[in-house]
């Protein structure tokens, strides 16, 4: 643990913000199962709407970067339109 006050608060600083990432990971990880599930069952419209508002916000927000969040929109939509035909 550090003595000195500015290292103390660093580590707070960082402590917090791993937290907020790995809670927001876990939202997107959840949001685009949701949308798989949905297009396996037949119904993506909504929740492939929802899955691409997710991703391109933590791609504002810089929790993934903008590629990644473009490559699994992509995906989803492949998987969507592949599903329907």
Same mark, same amino acid.
């Given at each position: 643990?550090?003595?000195?006050?500015?290292?103390?608060?660093?580590?707070?600083?960082?402590?917090?913000?791993? +937290? #907020?990432? !790995?809670?927001?990971? &876990?939202e997107?990880?959840?949001?685009?199962k @949701?949308?798989?599930?949905?297009? =396996? %069952?037949?119904?993506?419209?909504?929740?492939?709407?929802?899955?691409?508002?997710?991703?391109?916000? +933590? #791609?504002? !927000?810089?929790?993934? &970067?903008?590629?990644?969040?473009?490559?699994? @929109?992509?995906?989803?939509?492949? =998987? %969507?339109?592949?599903?329907?035909?």
């Open positions: 643990m550090p003595n000195i006050k500015s290292a103390i608060k660093r580590v707070k600083v960082a402590e917090k913000k791993t +937290a #907020a990432n !790995k809670m927001k990971k &876990s997107i990880r959840t949001t685009i @949701k949308a798989n599930a949905s297009i =396996a %069952a037949g119904d993506s419209a909504e929740a492939l709407k929802t899955a691409q508002k997710t991703l391109d916000q +933590a #791609a504002a !927000k810089g929790y993934i &970067s903008k590629n990644a969040a473009s490559r699994k @929109k992509s995906r989803l939509c492949k =998987a %969507a339109a592949k599903a329907q035909a």
